[in-house]
């Protein structure tokens, strides 16, 4: 099995920051996306940022600018550089993966590490 380890969560004032990281129990190598998600109580779960083995990347429009997703392969692990926090931001964070082979796919889940950000 596929295990997706979260780490980096935590308290933070509005415009601070945290780095958040995905440790992933194989070569990230393999994995065709990695992606962090997101999901605050009451609300569904949304994609925060995404990156592809070229390491093109996405973001959500409420974090451009703000957040920055990136990996080390050597380490096998993925980061989310927060900056400039929000309240809004509070919510919890889960890594993902996809591994894509012919036209299916297996999809990876950590177990979330919690942000909240206040005053």
């Known amino acids: 099995q596929v295990q997706l380890l979260e780490s980096g969560g935590g308290s933070a004032q509005p415009g601070g920051s945290l780095r958040l990281s995905c440790a992933a129990s194989r070569s990230i190598r393999s994995f065709n996306a990695m992606d962090w998600y997101r999901q605050a109580p009451g609300k569904q779960r949304e994609l925060v940022a995404g990156?592809?083995?070229?390491?093109?990347?996405n973001y959500a429009d409420s974090v451009k600018g703000r957040f920055t997703i990136s990996r080390d392969n050597a380490k096998n692990t993925m980061y989310l550089q927060m900056n400039s926090l929000k309240p809004e931001d509070t919510a919890g964070y889960y890594c993902?993966?996809?591994?894509?082979?012919?036209?299916?796919?297996?999809?990876?889940w950590g177990q979330g590490t919690q942000v909240t950000v206040s005053s």
């Open positions: 993902h993966a996809t591994i894509r082979i012919l036209d299916t796919s297996r999809d990876y």
């Open positions: 990156i592809l083995r070229d390491d093109s990347t």
